[in-house]
């Protein structure tokens, strides 16, 4: 059996050599240490070996497969053998990396598009106001002038962290940016300020929709407020077509179309003509809603709305990103995609 062994192991050892490529050397594997391969067909020999051998000739044929199988790991790793045999390159982890400055991560569009409207509405005058994400029923439905029993209350469309039924002010995730509007004209008058007020509030809104294509649980909205005297219908159409043609072109058209909000009066849907679809002719994309401050908004913070007018608009920021890159499903903005990230 020790002759057979050496036999297997030398002629092994030299047929080895001349595998030239993945076929062959499987071939061999398959030959000398596969389950029906050389070393097995010499096992049955064992069985003769005198009881005071064994031990040595079990150690020599361990010693032989050992060797064979070595082999074949170094064949295996050298160029030219294919993945079948040996899946992939060797990896040294602690190599240090390469770094490739063509994928260089960058900012997500969400943030990047927030920060294009906030510049646009700069030029047109508009300062930047911020507002809690936590806030409370006071600034999100009562102050905006939305009564105890409005459907948009309702506990089902809202992300509610107090219990309505309970709570004096029920602290809420804020369904709209229009909070912002109130915390900045309290704040104006808490500083013994007075209009004109002018700012644009971008930020996060929540709403328990069920996600699909156009919906998500949470997305961005940025609130638009100009208070002053004299404020009209025209001054909030001109700037929204000053904005339209600003961040989509020249040519972009704008559409007003009325609506109900109980925040203004009166109100109006804002459209523009988008393609969403990059191949696809341009539609009448709904971007969000605007109009005349309520009187009883302005009341309701302390102005006097004999004295002061004011407009109002909020559009949905990833409305507005889906337009412009033309990107068809608001899903694709959260699910980090590095392909989508790094096309749009
Ligand atoms: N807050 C409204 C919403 O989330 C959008 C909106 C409509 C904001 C009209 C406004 C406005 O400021 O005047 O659906």
């Given at each position: 059996m020790l002759k057979a062994l050496n036999n297997v192991e030398t002629e092994g050892l030299r047929a080895i050599t001349d595998a030239k490529d993945a076929e062959a050397l499987e071939a061999w594997r398959i030959a000398y240490i596969g389950p029906k391969g050389k070393i097995r067909a010499v096992m049955p020999m064992m069985k003769d070996v005198p009881a005071d051998q064994k031990a040595a000739v079990g150690k020599r044929l361990n010693e032989v497969k050992s060797s064979l199988e070595a082999a074949f790991e170094a064949m295996g790793s050298k160029p030219g053998a294919s993945a079948s045999v040996n899946p992939g390159p060797m990896l040294d982890m602690t190599e240090p990396g390469v770094i490739d400055s063509k994928v260089l991560g960058r900012r997500h569009i969400i943030p990047r598009v927030r920060d294009e409207l906030v510049e646009i509405f700069a030029r047109l005058g508009f300062e930047v106001a911020q507002g809690p994400e936590l806030e409370d029923d006071e600034h999100n439905f009562v102050k905006l002038n939305i009564p105890p029993a409005h459907p948009a209350r309702d506990p089902i469309d809202n992300f509610y962290v107090d219990d309505p039924a309970e709570a004096d002010k029920p602290r809420m995730l804020r369904s709209q940016t229009s909070t912002v509007q109130i915390r900045t004209m309290e704040r104006m008058l808490a500083e013994g300020g007075t209009p004109p007020v002018k700012i644009v509030s971008p930020g996060r809104v929540y709403r328990p929709d069920t996600v699909d294509a156009t919906h998500s649980f949470m997305f961005h909205q940025i609130e638009?407020?100009?208070?002053?005297?004299?404020?009209?219908?025209?001054?909030?159409?001109?700037?929204?077509?000053?904005?339209?043609?600003?961040?989509?072109?020249?040519?972009?058209?704008?559409?007003?179309?009325?609506?109900?909000?109980?925040?203004?009066?009166?109100?109006?849907?804002?459209?523009?003509?988008?393609?969403?679809?990059?191949?696809?002719?341009?539609?009448?994309?709904?971007?969000?809603g605007c109009g005349m401050v309520d009187p009883n908004v302005l009341s309701a913070c302390g102005l006097d709305p004999e004295e002061w007018t004011g407009f109002a608009f909020g559009f949905g920021i990833e409305r507005i990103a889906m337009g412009k890159y033309g990107i068809p499903d608001i899903r694709m903005l959260y699910e980090n995609d590095v392909r989508f990230l790094q096309r749009v």
């Open positions: 638009g407020l100009y208070i002053d005297r004299g404020v009209s219908m025209s001054d909030l159409k001109s700037t929204l077509l000053q904005f339209a043609h600003a961040y989509f072109g020249e040519d972009a058209e704008i559409r007003l179309r009325p609506s109900f909000f109980p925040f203004t009066e009166p109100s109006a849907e804002f459209d523009m003509m988008i393609a969403l679809k990059p191949d696809e002719p341009a539609q009448w994309v709904e971007l969000g």
